[in-house]
């Protein structure tokens, strides 16, 4: 499972506001500010990425707030009655200069984060989300939106203008455009409380991951692990004024290598026990008490705004519409994969048992004794394949898979501004007529004040409500950076996430819609992660190997043998990768149906789990202390479950390729980016689905892509 697309803190506030905004800043500072300005430069404007200083974001998101209560006011205060255009269009050009600040802002805060911008980013929260409150709780704006939505005018609106009146109307009745003075005032109360929590909760995880590392100091203590560990080992120790040691840091990227090859099973129960417990340890950083305090908040807000529980609200207009809906599918899955773990783990037994180890397998041994299973029943070494995943061509391979599906050109540009010298741009271009598409940016490396994992990002959202407005997305992992001129080599999981989250650029960057509120990655969340899961497909596709996956000495591209061995063991290990995901998923659902109901997070874990029957030797991919996806935001709350429910989505229509001539049948791939990849949220996602598909998409091709058995 990747990880959480960012789709800017602008999404955050898209429909937003603040009250009392006091911007006591002096007007020529807001006037200099080049945060507020225009984008300029080529392709439309770029974002000012080499202008950007902190304490700059504060008076800019003030003033930025301030413009766009004003231009709400102009719009609720119109004289004229309410008509699509002077509401809903007027409503979808208001908060540019808020756009383009927080783009920046959220860029900040994910990639280049230290101490001053968290003191901003924990004045800020409440008072963005206060912001939005004030939007969505303007009586006369809501009138206007609803007299729209209701008005006999609507029926001659096309299509999309038709889904735009009703995704307004729907989303300020959802944020509680009904409710009375007094419950938008406890409403807003509570927004502004979950934003404080959330941000603590996120410093806190990010406090845990900086602090706490494991210094090896001797060749013993770093047995098992290959060159690439060592290497990455070392370049930590760095950063963190260890000099002559290796460090395993605190984070995934770190430690999963490290549960895999170290012999050590000290050490490994050490580092896994430090990682699983981050958010969990009392003391400053502990999470425990907050998460209590944001289930009790968010049930509240539920109540309030007329659901059962949080779940029932969040899943209201997404895909699956119900929690019901999500839990049978989640559960349908658990059974079979919980079954195949057994399998697994007494392969893993019988193997330690014939070594003689005298241990019985423990959540730090599973990693481990998954790498010589493999290479015991498929005689296959992750490390055999990496010399042949070097970042830079596989970067090529996933320009030349868009090139094949889409029609995209990529050329490198230099002339843009960018956050670090790390990060580079490309131009898309159409193949044929060399058409501008967008800009994509590629921050690859790991550094210090960057979130871990890998994500996509809008920069700008493609649109043409005053005129073509082009696409600028990003893609970003943490990759350790190489010696210079030595090429970065990667997993074969790390290259699957670069065709994920290339799979989300290709997203916003085939949008061609009307209204940024629509436009590309804007679709509901169990059906945002279905393009890039699809798009991970392509990589062991014979073309892409072929062409792409070459030895980093010898320019040989990769054995058929090793290719074949890929293959065979295709779902070797699904049971492990569905249990760790699902547990955390069925977990994310359970506490917020739970209700009102007082929950010490850490028993509730435990107890949920128990009931379950999750198997003692996994544990969950987040731990509710550190549960990002759920409780930095509202993002993934009740939502974790999309990864599985989009792939549904993926497993089938990648069937459609296969019914067809192949990964590359063109008629397919314009069936794919006629109704999925271009429409955003114009179309409702079921449709869209069956538009490309012909029918439901059916669950079988998930589990066969996972190797359990089915019924039928
Ligand atoms: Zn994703």
């Given amino acids: 499972m990747r990880d959480v697309i960012l789709r800017s803190i602008v999404l955050l506030v898209a429909v937003t506001m603040l009250a009392n905004i006091t911007t006591n800043t002096s007007h020529a500072v807001i006037e200099d500010n080049p945060l507020l300005a225009k984008w300029e430069g080529p392709y439309g404007g770029v974002p000012p990425f080499d202008r950007v200083q902190i304490p700059l974001f504060k008076p800019a998101l003030e003033a930025a707030m301030a413009e766009q209560l004003a231009e709400i006011q102009r719009i609720a205060n119109d004289a004229a009655p309410p008509d699509f255009e002077n509401t809903i269009v007027a409503l979808e050009r208001s908060g540019a200069s808020l756009d383009r600040v927080t783009t920046l802002y959220g860029v900040w805060g994910a990639t280049m984060s230290g101490p001053d911008y968290q003191a901003v980013q924990r004045e800020m929260a409440p008072r963005l989300a206060a912001f939005n409150d004030q939007i969505t709780q303007n009586e006369a ?285 490309w131009e898309v271009t159409d193949k044929t007529t060399q058409k501008h598409i967008g800009l994509w940016y590629f921050d690859p490396y790991a550094r210090a004040g960057k979130r871990s994992g890998a994500w996509m990002n809008a920069y700008r959202t493609q649109e043409r409500v005053n005129g073509e407005v082009t696409t600028i997305v990003s893609n970003n992992a943490n990759f350790v950076k190489g010696k210079p001129g030595e090429p970065v080599l990667i997993s074969w999981d790390d290259a699957t996430t670069m065709f994920h989250e290339f799979g989300h650029a290709l997203h916003g960057l085939s949008s061609n819609v009307t209204y940024p509120t629509l436009s590309g990655t804007s679709v509901p969340r169990d059906y945002v992660e279905f393009p890039s899961q699809l798009l991970e497909h392509w990589l062991s596709t014979p073309e892409v190997l072929q062409k792409f996956a070459l030895h980093y000495q010898t320019g040989k591209p990769i054995p058929q043998a090793i290719v074949d061995k890929i293959k065979r063991s295709a779902t070797f290990n699904q049971g492990f990768a569905t249990v760790e995901y699902l547990s955390a998923a069925l977990i994310d659902m359970k506490l917020h149906l739970a209700g009102d109901k007082k929950i010490d997070p850490d028993a509730f874990e435990r107890e949920t789990l128990a009931q379950l029957g999750m198997p003692k030797e996994i544990v969950m991919r987040h731990r509710t202390p550190q549960f990002l996806h759920v409780f930095s935001s509202d993002g993934y709350s009740a939502g974790y479950y999309s990864y599985l429910w989009s792939d549904v989505l993926t497993a089938d229509a990648f069937g459609a390729f296969v019914e067809g001539k192949g990964p590359y049948d063109r008629a397919v791939a314009e069936r794919l980016r006629k109704n999925i990849f271009s429409v955003g949220n114009t179309v409702d996602p079921a449709e869209a689905y069956r538009a490309f598909r012909g029918r439901d998409p059916k669950v079988d091709a998930l589990m066969k892509k996972r190797g359990f058995a089915t019924k039928s």
Avoid: C
């Fill in 141 to 425: 704006l809501f009138k206007r939106i609803e007299a729209v939505y209701n008005s006999t005018a609507k029926a001659k609106l096309n299509p999309e203008q038709q889904r735009l009146a009703w995704v307004y109307y729907t989303n300020f009745v959802r944020a509680g455009a009904r409710l009375s003075p007094e419950a938008k005032t406890h409403l807003s109360q509570i927004n502004q409380q979950l934003a404080g929590l959330f941000t603590k909760f996120s410093q806190n995880v990010l406090a845990e991951e900086t602090d706490q590392f494991i210094v090896l100091k001797s060749e013993e203590e770093l047995s098992g692990l290959p060159q690439s560990v060592r290497d990455a080992a070392a370049a930590a120790a760095e950063t963190k004024k260890q000099p002559g040691t290796w460090v395993i840091m605190n984070t995934r990227s770190s430690i999963d290598p490290f549960l895999s090859y170290s012999d050590r099973r000290d050490l490994r129960e050490k580092a896994w026990r430090m990682f699983v417990n981050r958010g969990d340890n009392g003391g400053e950083h502990d999470n425990n008490a907050i998460i209590t305090q944001i289930l009790q908040l968010r049930a509240e807000r539920a109540k309030l705004l007329g659901f059962p529980t949080h779940a029932h609200w969040r899943l209201e207009n997404a895909m699956a519409k119900t929690p019901e809906k999500a839990m049978e599918l989640m559960e349908a899955v658990w059974k079979p994969s919980v079954a195949r773990v057994h399998e697994e783990v007494a392969d893993m037994q019988a193997l330690a048992d014939k070594e003689g180890a005298k241990i019985k397998i423990e959540p730090w041994d599973y990693r481990y004794y998954m790498e010589k299973v493999r290479k015991a029943k498929y005689d296959l070494d992750q490390n055999e394949i990496k010399p042949y995943l070097q970042l830079e061509k596989l970067r090529e391979g996933i320009f030349w898979v868009a090139g094949e599906l889409f029609n995209f050109n990529f050329t490198p540009v230099t002339n843009v501004p960018v956050a670090h010298p790390d990060i580079r741009v």
